[in-house]
């Protein structure tokens, strides 16, 4: 692939602005394949009398043995369980805040009001508790929950405050997709982290620089669950994975070693029409897909990501700053007489898309870069970054868009400096175009987080209200850039 001329100014900037920043890639090592795959604790809401319980803690995990790190975690030492939901349920949320920091419980992908949905106005201050009561009423999706607190958001969930939501409407047992949890239903949380040399990944927001901001906090180790390079047994037949792109800034670039077909059935919204075909998928930050992959060969295959081209040297995972694809996971399929073994043919068609009855156009122009002052010599003095939306950064007491309740807008999103994960709180949007083309198949459901690399046109869906107390938010799921500006607020009425 020829790079791009974004691509190129980003990785040549980086590598010109950084040296000592580049040269910190690869303090992290890769175990191979020793670790089991942890998978969370399941939280059925129904079983639980329709209430969970989250606790907001901080806690110590060793992600490189023998080197315990602090991390943050719900109801965990890091990462927090998984909740089932059923559409139709009321769930009563409580959620303790046993930090030392405030926080909040966002449901990312879940339609709520704005009351509930957990932005940065709705602060739970150390030793408070926040009851809200969530009612489901969306199709089969995996979700996920996380931190809003404007200022501290990055760090929190860089320390592991992140949790998947399964919301299941029965299509699973319709369609006779695999669906027994942690067997053949796998949770796949990805994430990259830097560490130190004692093992721990602290992060301090006093101490960003304009580099790291600018391009997000990167490490040089995937993480799944939690764990380095772990390894899944599986059945010999269709196994299921949610995968859900919790990091901070990088894109995962997935592929298996063996570059085997895989199906992705859905995606953040919920399912495609139909199963799509791949050897290799981009998920961005925020961004969920499920897809099925056919262990039925019996031979042990891994899970691997490449190089995130749109960083540059920034997006290089591997140990020694390469280029190369490096080790997500292993799967060793293991001969059970329950697989699933028939993919299927057709899943839930999406409502149609009538970018016709939309009744407002808007352009969403989303801005990041470096701006270098100089001195007299002409060294670079400092690196100030630029990031905002239609050239205004964040401002908490500003509602940027006003829409109404049960209309749909056509939002056109232009990337400027880099590609940027866009994000919509309390609505779900189809995409219309990517650089003026139909997006494709894996992309054509409906979503919430979408990688803009340039321009894209997404028809949004508001059925959901919020008041000004209570806005909802919209903004790039690079978490540096929503903390630095790159986030508006909208109300919905």
């Known amino acids: 692939m020829v790079p791009s001329r974004r691509r190129f100014l980003i990785g040549c900037g980086a590598a010109a602005a950084s040296a000592g920043l580049c040269g910190q890639l690869g303090r992290g090592a890769s175990a191979p394949f020793s670790n089991a795959l942890p998978i969370p604790r399941l939280i059925d809401a129904a079983a639980s009398g329709h209430t969970v319980h989250l606790k907001a803690i901080s806690g110590r995990h060793a992600f490189i043995e023998g080197k315990p790190a602090r991390t943050y975690g719900y109801s965990a030492p890091i990462l927090g369980p998984v909740v089932r939901v059923r559409r139709g349920d009321e769930v009563q949320m409580v959620v303790d805040n046993h930090l030392d920091a405030a926080t909040t419980g966002h449901w990312h992908g879940l339609l709520v009001p704005g009351h509930n949905d957990g932005g940065p106005q709705q602060l739970i201050q150390p030793r408070e508790r926040w009851r809200p009561v969530l009612k489901v009423d969306q199709p089969a999706a995996t979700l996920w929950f996380h931190p809003h607190p404007h200022g501290d958001t990055a760090r929190q969930i860089y320390m592991g405050l992140a949790g998947m939501i399964i919301v299941d409407d029965g299509s699973d047992a319709r369609l006779g ?220 007491g500003r509602i940027d868009i006003e829409t109404k309740l049960g209309t749909t807008e056509v939002w056109q999103i232009t990337s400027i400096g880099m590609a940027h994960p866009f994000h919509v709180h309390g609505a779900l949007f189809r995409v219309l175009s990517i650089e003026g083309e139909p997006p494709p198949a894996h992309l054509a459901a409906w979503k919430d987080t979408l990688l803009v690399e340039d321009t894209a046109e997404l028809l949004v869906a508001f059925d959901r209200p919020a008041m000004r107390t209570h806005p909802f938010m919209f903004h790039c799921h690079i978490l540096e850039h929503e903390e630095a500006g790159l986030m508006g607020q909208y109300v919905c009425a």
């Open 177 to 396: 997709l695999p669906r027994t949890f942690g067997v053949d239903d796998l949770p796949l949380i990805l994430q990259d982290r830097q560490f130190d040399s004692d093992g721990s990944i602290e992060y301090d927001n006093k101490t960003l620089g304009a580099l790291d901001i600018a391009y997000g906090a990167r490490g040089d180790t995937v993480i799944v669950n939690g764990a380095i390079a772990p390894v899944a047994r599986v059945p010999t037949g269709l196994v299921r994975l949610r995968l859900l792109n919790a990091a901070n800034a990088q894109n995962f670039e997935l592929r298996f070693s063996d570059r085997r077909v895989f199906h992705v059935i859905a995606s953040d919204g919920g399912f495609l029409s139909a199963p799509a075909a791949l050897n290799q998928l981009v998920i961005a930050p925020a961004e969920r897909f499920e897809v099925l992959v056919d262990f039925a060969d019996g031979k042990p295959v891994v899970l691997e990501t490449g190089p995130d081209e749109q960083m540059g040297a920034f997006g290089r995972l591997a140990p020694d700053g390469s280029s190369d694809y490096v080790p997500v996971m292993r799967f060793e399929p293991t001969a059970t007489s329950t697989a699933f073994k028939e993919l299927p043919t057709r899943l839930t068609e999406p409502a149609p898309v009538n970018s016709a009855s939309a009744v407002r156009r808007r352009q969403l122009i989303l801005n990041s870069g470096l701006c270098a002052t100089r001195t007299e010599t002409g060294r670079h003095a400092e690196l100030a970054s630029l990031i905002g939306i239609n050239g205004k950064p964040f401002d908490i």
